[in-house]
């Protein structure tokens, strides 16, 4: 799972400086962070080989339901649902 701190020092900024220019831009690390969660996992979900267990693991959930609680809650359906009816 990837931490402010983490993503800071492999951009070669300090974390004050980190939040500074994602404040400038209108946005914070919390939002970055689960814009490329969501990102990954619509892209996850492309592959039929995986199930969404495995998704929410990569995608950096400790579990199916709480994967499923966020998807819900980012493009409100479920991610089974959304792989049957956008995904062919």
């Given amino acids: 799972?990837?931490?402010i701190d983490d993503a800071a020092?492999?951009?070669?900024l300090s974390v004050?400086?980190?939040i500074r220019r994602l404040r400038k831009d209108?946005?914070?690390f919390q939002a970055v962070r689960d814009k490329a969660?969501?990102?990954l996992a619509l892209r996850l979900l492309r592959k039929?080989?995986?199930?969404?267990?495995?998704?929410a693991l990569a995608?950096?959930?400790?579990g199916a339901a709480n994967f499923s609680r966020a998807f819900k809650r980012?493009?409100?359906s479920s991610p089974v649902r959304y792989r049957r009816e956008h995904i062919s």
């Fill in 59 to 62: 995608v950096g959930f400790s």
């Fill in 37 to 39: 969660r969501q990102d």
């Fill in 16 to 18: 004050r400086t980190l």
């Fill in 74 to 76: 980012w493009f409100g």
């Fill in 26 to 28: 209108g946005t914070s």
């Fill in 1 to 3: 799972k990837l931490c």
């Fill in 48 to 55: 039929p080989n995986l199930t969404v267990e495995e998704i």
């Fill in 9 to 12: 020092r492999n951009l070669g």
